[in-house]
């Protein structure tokens, strides 16, 4: 697929991927959606990809939402499968990404924005960030997982009354509340991420991978997490970075990992 609404490149084993809408604040339409799942479907495969960088192009957004006129004159039927296909193709997909996604939050992350940085693993803010969920203001509610990713990051209470009045909190607020990991000035933003990425490709891919879905499984109703840990921790013996890490601890050397 040849990307109009983001951009992809692949350095060092980090794929670092832009929502590249300034113009319309990075707002999610249908084109960019399709071109994401794409992305994440070719990370998900690709070997040589031990990380995902997500942020938005320029200094104002992250994502500002959903491209609201592609939808405004939907019925509930439409609206359902809006909502569905987002869910399955993109939030889901990204979510249960064996790479680990970083959001780097620079700016504006509202609605579909932050239902977005709530499908990555793990938030980093710049100090001007804004996050909120607005959709009442406009009749809705969020569609692409809010209610649920940010219930399950901060709680019943905090999580209704962000919806429920759709107001915005600081990029401190949610480093409070949890929302985000961290919070650093806007021209640190990537470096820190690309930091917090650059600590992780150093360890065991397949290992990464299995504390991800672990770790996905607390979430998920009538699936027994501990019981998923406890296989993918048996799978972890039979790979050949199993051996390569407990030989390197014992050998006193740093690991070279090669993800089989």
């Known amino acids: 697929m040849i990307y109009k609404n983001i951009l992809s490149e692949l350095k060092e084993q980090i794929l670092y991927v832009t929502i590249n809408r300034e113009h319309k604040l990075n ?12 992305v994440i479907s070719y990370a998900t495969g690709e070997d040589e990809v031990r990380g995902i960088l997500l942020t938005g192009a320029g200094e104002k957004a992250f994502v500002a939402g959903a491209d609201i006129s592609e939808f405004s004159d939907y019925n509930g039927e439409q609206g359902e499968a809006l ?28 609605g579909g924005g932050l239902e977005l940085a709530l499908a990555c693993h793990i938030r980093i803010a710049s100090d001007n960030a804004k996050l909120g969920l ?85 979430n998920n109703f009538g699936v027994n997490g501990f019981e998923i840990e406890i296989k993918e921790f048996g ?26």
């Open 235 to 260: 799978k972890c013996f039979n790979t050949a970075d199993f051996k390569e890490g407990t030989s390197a601890f014992l050998e006193k050397r740093k690991p070279v990992f090669s993800g089989k």
């Open 134 to 218: 607005p959709e009442v203001s406009l009749g809705l509610i969020p569609g692409y997982g809010g209610t649920q990713r940010l219930t399950q990051v901060i709680g019943k209470g905090r999580a209704l009354e962000m919806i429920a009045t759709g107001e915005m909190i600081s990029a401190d607020q949610a480093e409070k509340v949890g929302l985000v990991n961290h919070v650093v000035p806007q021209a640190e933003l990537i470096a820190k991420a690309e930091s917090l990425l650059g600590k992780i490709k150093l360890r065991a891919p397949l290992a990464v991978a299995a504390a991800i879905k672990s770790v996905n499984s607390t």
């Open 27 to 38: 707002a999610l339409n249908k084109e960019t959606l399709a071109e994401l799942a794409d």
């Open 83 to 110: 909502a569905r296909n987002g869910q399955e193709q993109v939030f889901n997909a990204m979510e249960n990404c064996p790479k680990p996604i970083v959001a780097a939050i620079n700016g504006f992350a509202l």
